[in-house]
């Protein structure tokens, strides 16, 4: 796996042993003990061999063809999970292992649930679910507090839910707390189902609200009551208000305290930052807009401020707020303050854990003594947050080492995870790495998890401690015991019975373990687990010294004829072009290899054989005369390579002889062209037989681009002269190029791009559509003349054209977003040729209205559904009459359409996605609907909207009735969870007011924190 590609694993550290030349093995899972299944042995599932190309698209689609239902397709899933650089296909791993079902592989996917990508760790939450793991639990509360990104907090939740039901009640009412409404969803529903069956849940969930100051607590409760007793709660019940929060604008400010964050940028440039609040600026560097966050981080550098710094720093503390700590981390690198009288103004305070981090962190890398001394002693804080920051500093520090290794006594894991870190990193230093081993050889006994069980093996095998190595051999961990057998064997300590069934173990964890030279000579050809075989031929490379010439002879031999081009290329070093024939035969093969790496490692090897022209004369004309056609055509290669006048009388005797194959002699033939015309002067026989060589300057074949299916009804897009399919296509959920293709080809000719969707981007680029009757919707989320120009100039130059189709302001939420400059920008734009039509994208349908009767804008894109159908009343009627064109988009309501509302009869048919976009498609006025399918299958489902886009009359009043009960019960899920209190503002003002007097009125502790 030589490419890298986005998603790549950091390179983890491990002991010298056999086992762990394969590949980094972090994480390895539990296994039965067993022999390997004596069918699987000698055999190799293609997909195997295509899971460790260095093609990271080929490795995608090997690890979905895996035979999942032999054990050897399972752990080559462990292995593509755990160490591949490509987080697809990690992802896809750890999907496919869920679906196997076997517990074996829950350890594995435990340890893929610390993956740096979060689709991975999703993945694993998922998979761990549907094997119905109870050892997810503690990851899922760990999970809940820590983990940074919302839809894996989401999958953590449901995936404790579906394994504990009842038992996971705690870290549900907990995630009710949580700053993004749509991990609160996923709680309300898993309480809501729980609570359906078990009254116990109920009455917990009723003593919880009333006990709690959390204002989303109490309006989930409502929420939760109205579904268990089927009677509609009002979204202004009891519990689902707060008490308003203290302002973060004074008075005079309340132009920056606008809904749509574009605007609130574009005045935050015209204003002196010393006029903004510095409560306000922290609270951006937590807002989703990318734009308003980098101006806020950029406003607090230049302040300089160390007041603001503090409280920017309390956004580490709250990993859950998606980009925040990432902001505050990039404005304290850039610092250009004294960081370490802020170092110590920090330890001056009671300690904060992010706070903490960046102190010690600092004191570490200055060296800084005093610094150093006052972070020691927070090594034993009560809180467990505020030890692991100490901690995170002090591994770096040599001085501190004896106060970081009696941390490993720490009664929490995660404490003692930061040691452990340090450990797997292999500190530089000899007498370093010595402490860290005797100190974890120590802690032996104490050692829980397999993280410290692997630790504790690593760092015996490291002293040569046979007697806790000897105990490892017992470990239930396959990983834990493989390092113990590697040791083991290593010393030659390990009897020949236990060799023999580490050997035959079904795991190729352990039977790489016990490689020698002579297991590795049959492992290499015989095991069923590809990274085995590539585990014994490094051993044999590694140690060819310790073999006769035979018997590296047969091992290169056997390899070059394996479907792994890795060995293969590996072979190709161990051959000699001037040993035996059969050697300089396996090497003219390989030359011809499909793998680039297999020829050039043959090619290496021919190379440097002195005496290779003879040896290939007399392969070629010889007593013992090769016979094999593609022998032959490779010899005749290497023996003209050089294209000299030696070599052209080479080839004019084998052009004449009449003997060679039809084969040999077309390959001769097309030789000739390497070999100047001026040559065949003197051989006019020779110069007939010359291949025609291509007209210099002549052009290729134009490319056919397939058109669009006929049969697709393309609509006007008001009155822009554009005509576009009633689907546009987004590319939000990164569709590969073939399923965008598909969609083309169907008769899809409207994209929906933003910046970030690479895989639409290369398709846009690639010419494997024609750009003529493409329509693609790009836009901006930013607001100001200036702003605009420069998001039109990188979508032109991202796309690689001259003009974009229709370009929106993006996501409006305010009236003040398209004022006339914003609308004079884009019809400037217009009038240049830069852009064909503009308009933007709201929510809010009176804002939309209103602006059309200020403007004439050409394009809007709104929110319309069976359960939004309030555009039907005024908007769409007023955009056209005017001739606006219209986009809809979220046709299913994120889904709820597609499932029963409250009060309707279970038995009642539900409505379909394609049913969603007919609908809306079928209103006057509408251009075209946005679809954005996750998958291949979900686009080919959606794709029947093309066929027929309007829904049939009498199937109008039902889906309108079906709406009618998905919104009742939608608006009392925003009054109650989506929009209750417990957001990114209340979150940082709970982070603000914290070490704040409980005494004081929440106003009064705003302002001093404004000074």
Known sequence: MGSTSPGARPA?????????????????????????????????????????????????????ALDTSVPPGRYALRQALLTDEDAEV?????????????????????????????????????????????????????????????????????????????????????????????????????????????????????????????????????????????????PGAPGSSSQPGPELFPRGMEALDNEDPAVVTARLERMPSSDVPVSALVKWLGDPHEPLRTLARRLLRERRDAEALRLAMRWLDEPRVPHAADEVRALLERLDLDDVALASRILDEPPRPGAVGHAAWLAARRAHAGLLERVRPLVQHPEPAVRRAALSGLVHDPESRVVVLAALEDPDEAVRGTILSAWERRPVAQDALETYARALVAFAPRARSPRERRAVAEAAALLEDEAVLSQALEDVEPSVRAVALAALAARGVLSDAEVRAASEHEDPWIRAAVLNVESARVACDDDPDLSVRRAAMSLLMSRRHELRPHEVRSVALAGSRLPDPWIRARAAGLLRAEGEREELSALLRLSLDTSPMVRAAAASALEVCETLDERLAGLLHGPEREQAEDLRVSAYTWLLRQADGAAFERLCAALRDSTEPARVASHLEALTLVFPDEAFEAVPDLHRRRPTRPQRGTASPARVVPEPSPHTSQRPLGQTGLNLSPLVLSGAHGLPARSLAEAHEAGVNAFFWEPRYAELTRFLRSGRIRRDGLVVVAGTYHSGAEAIRRDVRAALRLLRTDRLDVFLLFWVRSRERLDAENFEALEALRAEGKVRAFGFSTHHRDIALEALRQHPWPVVMTRHSAAHPGAEAAFFPEALARGTGVLTFTATCYGRLLRPAPGEPPDLPLPSAVDCYRYSLSQPGVGACLTAPRNHRELRQNLEVLERPWMMPDVLAAMRTHGERVRASNQRFNALVRQAPGGTRDTLLALLDEDEPPSDAPTQRMRRERG
Do not use: H
């Open 90 to 234: 990690r992802a896809s791993a750890a999907r496919r292992l869920g679906e196997a079902r076997d517990d074996r592989f829950v350890p594995a996917l435990l340890e893929a649930l610390g993956d740096p990508l979060p689709s991975v760790r999703d993945r694993a939450w998922r998979a761990l679910a549907r094997m119905g793991a109870q050892s997810l639990l503690p990851q899922a509360s760990r999970a809940l507090r820590e983990e940074p990104v919302w839809w894996v907090r989401r999958a953590a939740i449901r995936a404790a839910a579906s394994v504990a039901g009842s038992g996971a009640l705690e870290l549900l009412l907990e995630a009710l707390e949580d700053p993004f409404w749509r991990v609160r969803n996923a709680a309300v529903q898993a309480l809501g189902w729980l609570g359906d069956a078990e009254p116990l849940v109920r009455q917990r969930v009723g003593a919880m609200a009333e006990g709690s100051r959390k204002g989303a607590v109490r309006a989930a409760a409502v929420y939760l009551e109205g579904v268990w007793s089927g009677v509609a709660s009002s």
């Open 12 to 64: 983890a550290s491990f002991s010298n042993t056999a086992l762990l030349m394969m590949a980094s093995m972090s994480g390895m899972s539990s296994t039965l003990p067993g022999r390997v299944e004596s069918a699987c042995m000698g055999s190799l599932d293609p997909a195997a061999v295509r899971l460790l190309d260095e093609n990271a698209e080929v490795r995608r689609e090997a690890v979905e």
